[in-house]
């Protein structure tokens, strides 16, 4: 089997706890348009870039706007969610995260982000992760979301790695299907069921090593 040389992260669910930003701020925005929004009917987001899951919102609402409606009911909703993660710290980095970053630096490994937040230089420098990478491609320099392979392939590019020789950490099923369709293997963070096509699943990064991942795929 080929050498892994290089792993890329999603951010959201993977790296950070700002899965539950994204859901306050949806919400703020759908409770001003008169309806509620659930945190059940947020997992449908989860992965989705911002004006599809503005789509998405919209239908649970039985709603729909113009082009430039929704423009601006996007800029209003990533407004809330900027003050929201304004207020990040360093606590807010997953359990065990920062020690399988420190461990994958120090092992040689090639790092990128691959996240289709367009935050995520802001969220990297709260949280002090921006100095683990070697790229980062996020959603200002993508034209298609997941489960398109654009964001990864820009990683592998960015790193000069192949795409065979890259794992992609992922927590939404729209990732691991990118990840396979650019030919890449996977390790789905989080639930099992959702996460199946990914080649392993791990609940998250708490005593995870680099060596007891990789053996699972050697």
């Not at 960015?158 to 293997?185: H, T, W, Y």
Request: proline share 3%; net charge neutral.
């Amino acid at each position: 089997m080929v050498k892994i040389e290089a792993f890329i992260f999603d951010l959201d669910g993977v790296l950070v706890d700002t899965a539950k930003y994204h859901y306050l701020a949806w919400r703020k925005l759908a409770n001003e348009l008169g309806f509620d929004f659930s945190k059940e009917e947020n997992e449908q987001l989860k992965g989705i870039e911002r004006m599809q899951s503005l789509e998405i919102l919209l239908k649970i609402g039985g709603m729909d706007f113009s082009k430039e409606k929704k423009q601006q009911l996007a800029a209003q909703k990533n407004k809330y969610y900027l003050i929201f993660i304004s207020k990040m710290t360093t606590n807010e980095v997953l359990p065990g995260v920062r020690k399988f970053l420190d461990e994958a630096k120090s092992e040689g490994f090639k790092m990128a982000l691959g996240s289709a937040s367009k935050n995520a230089g802001a969220i990297l420098r709260k949280t002090d992760l921006e100095r683990y990478f070697d790229a980062i491609i996020d959603g200002n320099k993508i034209k298609n979301a997941k489960p398109d392979p654009e964001i990864f392939l820009k990683g592998a590019g960015a790193v000069n790695v192949q795409p065979s020789k890259c794992l992609v950490f992922e927590d939404a099923a729209a990732g691991i299907q990118a990840a396979i369709n650019a030919g890449m293997r996977s390790a789905g963070i989080g639930d099992p069921t959702t996460l199946c096509a990914a080649n392993v699943v791990v609940p998250g990064f708490v005593g995870l090593t680099v060596y007891d991942l990789l053996r699972l795929f050697y």
